[in-house]
């Protein structure tokens, strides 16, 4: 239902790591000790677990680019409220619009809903618009107009992308993104590169080892991590580094992304996409028609036990970094963390079969879990974390 009020084509200038345009020489900016020793980490959180090869460059080394350059745009000076042009003429239609982003946010998202709910009014605005455009471009390729999206048209979305964040929206969801970019240090590029896993969605549907689908997961997933945290701040007694904190938030996405394919094998494959490792699932003695066969064995007992387990490792990494974000965007992160993490447990409960059953977290255990976030959250950064400068 959106594809028809695209506007105007403008040549396609993105740059995607994918094709390493964004210049290594980000990383001797930084600092080039801190970024191999992610490197390696993320290595070994990749393959260690589960065996696996390891490519010459792998795409935890190219998306590790797109931390330090969302990090290094929060240690500029934070854009003024402002200086926003947003031809919107009044603000009752942007609160109207945020209003409206918060309904599709309720609606297509609940556990990120309930988080958004526990943080204070401008965030939770900022979010709902964030959502709302992420919705919408994962609509243009899982919705119902999807056989008739093209590369073109997401070409188009990007320009639109690129208008939004010069002030010039579209529509009103545009302007809420609009309002929310000018007032928050969020870079483009998670934007755009959300927009290149939509791209690879299109034309790619196996991944032949976890590297491949580490960087899927990046696009779609990793990036709203990236984005999210110039939104929540970082607590201003942290000692962590801001590209440490980056970090957290782009594995908490990871995390998400690996738990949501994890639930929906059964709906992806009915659609004949397989998000799983080909290497992997072979080395577990299983093939594509197993999956499309969708018959709980113990191989695929074993093979979603050692996924389990990784995506488990990411939520285990991401935590470290909750702590250093801002007061007030503590509970809702480690809230939305728990509860996502749960749908993992859920999946066992289901005794593996998430080929006919969607695993879910209850209202019941959501409740529970909310005391447990804020009893986390009340912790602040410390001396002692992890993530403290060296
Ligand atoms: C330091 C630190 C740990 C900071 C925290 C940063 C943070 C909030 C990280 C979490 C990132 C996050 C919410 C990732 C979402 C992952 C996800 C589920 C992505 C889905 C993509 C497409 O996959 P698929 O097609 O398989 O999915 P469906 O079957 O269609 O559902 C997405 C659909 C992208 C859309 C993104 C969202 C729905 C999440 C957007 C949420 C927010 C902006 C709110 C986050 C805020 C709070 C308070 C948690
Ligand atoms: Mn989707």
Not at 30 to 44: G, P, Q, T, V, Y
Not at 87 to 107: D, F, I, P
Not at 123 to 145: H, K, Q, S, Y
Not at 282 to 297: N, P, Y
Request: net charge neutral.
């Amino acid at each position: 239902m959106f594809v028809a009020s695209f506007g105007v084509v403008s040549p396609n200038t993105q740059i995607s790591i994918c094709h390493g345009f964004i210049s290594r020489s980000l990383c001797s900016k930084f600092n080039a000790r801190k970024h191999r020793s992610f490197c390696s980490l993320a290595s070994d959180l990749n393959y260690l677990c589960l065996g696996g090869t390891i490519p010459a460059i792998s795409s935890n080394h190219k998306v590790y680019d797109v931390v330090l350059k969302q990090s290094a745009l929060v240690n500029e000076k934070l854009k003024s409220s402002g200086d926003l042009d947003v031809k919107l003429g009044t603000l009752s239609l942007l609160n109207e619009a945020y209003e409206r982003c918060g309904e599709v946010c309720a609606h297509y998202s609940q556990t990120f809903y309930l988080g958004t709910l526990l943080t204070t009014p401008e965030r939770r605005r900022a979010f709902w618009a964030i959502n709302m455009w992420c919705r919408r471009t994962d609509e243009l390729v899982d919705g119902p107009n999807a056989s008739h999206i093209t590369l073109m048209t997401l070409d188009r979305w990007e320009s639109r992308l690129e208008d939004l964040f010069e002030g010039r929206p579209y529509d009103m969801f545009d302007a809420a993104l609009s309002d929310t970019v000018a007032n928050f240090p969020v870079h483009i590029q998670p934007f755009k590169d959300m927009i290149e896993g939509m791209r690879m969605d299109l034309k790619k549907w196996r991944y032949k080892n976890f590297d491949e689908l580490y960087l899927y997961c990046y696009y779609v997933a990793g990036t709203v991590g990236l984005l999210s945290v110039p939104i929540m701040g970082i607590a201003p007694e942290s000692q962590a580094t801001t590209e440490s904190v980056y970090n957290a938030a782009l594995v908490l996405g990871l995390a998400n992304q690996l738990t949501n394919i994890l639930r929906d094998v059964g709906e992806d494959a009915r659609r004949k996409r397989i998000y799983l490792p080909q290497d992997e699932l072979a080395q577990a003695g299983l093939s594509d028609e197993d999956i499309f066969a969708g018959k709980v064995t113990d191989k695929w007992r074993n093979f979603m036990k050692s996924q389990i387990k990784r995506a488990r490792m990411f939520f285990d990494e991401a935590e470290k970094g909750v702590t250093e974000l801002s007061s007030a965007s503590r509970w809702p992160v480690w809230a939305s963390l728990l509860l996502y993490r749960q749908i993992l447990d859920e999946i066992e409960a289901n005794d593996y079969d998430n080929f006919t059953k969607r695993a879910y977290v209850s209202n019941a255990k959501k409740l529970i879990a909310l005391p447990v976030a804020y009893a986390r959250s009340v912790i602040s950064p410390s001396r002692t974390s992890t993530l403290v400068k060296a």
